[in-house]
């Protein structure tokens, strides 16, 4: 039976148009979580404390390389991984962090590949004339480099992933470069991602938040962060620009 179309959430009125897109990477495109999951358990293994199961790894993403490692550590010492300290750490934040690159470039993405579904879809927006850009969490030349090998057909504006200087997502700095490279108010931008990471950013920079239901997070975790529209499938978004 084919996906309803999307609907707004209760109380959110009419819905406004959208004339461009930015995407999440990781849990809304690419299903990446092979390759993150692989490389922080390979730093665990050096320091001697027990791997965490890939979907354990889904709720530890989404805020970049230092929550990952700090999260992903604490949790395997068992200690409470949803505290943001580094105590009990047996090394450095810093040093946990660059080892988690070290081994997740190493495996050079071989694991992450597009959520089935996703090709069309980004065909579709293409068809439709809307312009679109990728935000990421992940470190910048990583963020890049995947794109291009799993997505390099499509013509994203740009795609960013976490640079010096510049917050992090929720922080909208990163996605209001966006919308001006796009070209487009961001009111009319919606943000597509799968974490409340995304839909906060989408919500602090007056986007379109989107939340995607096949990637890392909860239906009940991005209702209650505020997504505005659901997707169960890759096609339900081309449903919503209709």
């Known amino acids: 039976m084919p996906s309803p179309r999307p609907s707004p959430a209760p109380g959110e009125g009419a819905s406004r148009p959208i004339h461009a897109l930015i995407f999440d990477l990781d849990g809304t495109l690419a299903d990446s979580i092979a390759d993150i999951g692989n490389a922080m358990n390979a730093v665990l293994a050096g320091l001697s404390l027990p791997p965490h199961t890939l979907d354990a790894y889904k709720s530890f993403v989404g805020e970049g390389a230092e929550n990952l490692a700090r999260r992903s550590v604490r949790a395997a010492k068992g200690l409470d991984w949803r505290i943001p300290s580094d105590d009990g750490l047996p090394r450095s934040i810093a040093e946990l962090t660059e080892s988690y690159r070290v081994e997740y470039g190493r495996l050079e993405h071989g694991g992450s590949t597009a959520y089935p579904g996703i090709d069309a879809m980004l065909d579709g927006v293409v068809a439709s004339g809307r312009k679109m850009a990728v935000l990421s969490n ?73 939340g995607v239901l096949w990637g890392f997070r909860t239906r009940e975790e991005l209702t209650q962060a505020g997504a505005k529209f659901l997707l169960e499938q890759p096609k339900d978004l081309l449903a919503l620009l209709r």
């Open 138 to 210: 992940k470190r910048d030349d990583f963020t890049r480099h995947l794109v291009t090998q799993a997505f390099g057909r499509w013509p994203f504006v740009d795609v960013r992933g976490e640079r010096d200087g510049v917050p992090r997502k929720p922080d909208p700095t990163a996605a209001y470069e966006l919308a001006l490279e796009l070209n487009v108010i961001p009111a009319n931008i919606g943000f597509v991602g799968d974490t409340p990471i995304d839909v906060g950013t989408a919500r602090n920079a007056g986007m379109i938040p989107i």
